[in-house]
Nanobody, 121 residues
Framework: QVQLVESGGGSVQPGGSLRLSCAAS????????TGWFRQAPGKEREGISC????????YYADSVKGRFSIFRNNFNNTVDLQMNNLKPEDTAVYYC??????????????WGLGTQVTVSS
């Protein structure tokens, strides 16, 4: 059984940065396509980034493109999300998810419990 734990959330002012980390136990994240999602109050969950297992191909939602970066840290067995130039509309609970398979496709098999990100002045 794979367990995912997100960390790195917090409160930041607009224009600031945060780095989220998704740590796995029970398996190696390099064996999974791994994605980051977020859900703001009253809104549907949004997929914002994913890194494929097969070829490391990376995807970003238009809402975060150019500001967020996803990358694997194989030494720590994590998939991190560097978030720069944060905006109030980035406020949400952020989740990581892992999929058994090489590609960034739904559904995902494992989910973390989430970490809160709040962007406010």
């Amino acid at each position: 059984q794979v367990q995912l734990v997100e960390s790195g959330g917090g409160s930041v002012q607009p224009g600031g940065s945060l780095r989220l980390s998704c740590a796995a136990s029970g398996s190696t994240l390099d064996d999974f396509a791994t994605g980051w999602f977020r859900q703001a109050p009253g809104k549907e969950r949004e997929g914002i980034s994913c890194i494929a297992r097969s070829d490391g191909r990376i995807y970003y939602a238009d809402s975060v493109k150019g500001r967020f970066s996803i990358f694997r840290n194989n030494f720590n067995n994590t998939v991190d999300l560097q978030m720069n130039n944060l905006k109030p509309e980035d406020t949400a609970v952020y989740y990581c998810a892992a999929r058994v398979g090489p590609w960034c496709l739904i559904p995902y098999d494992y989910w973390g419990l989430g970490t809160q990100v709040t962007v406010s002045s």
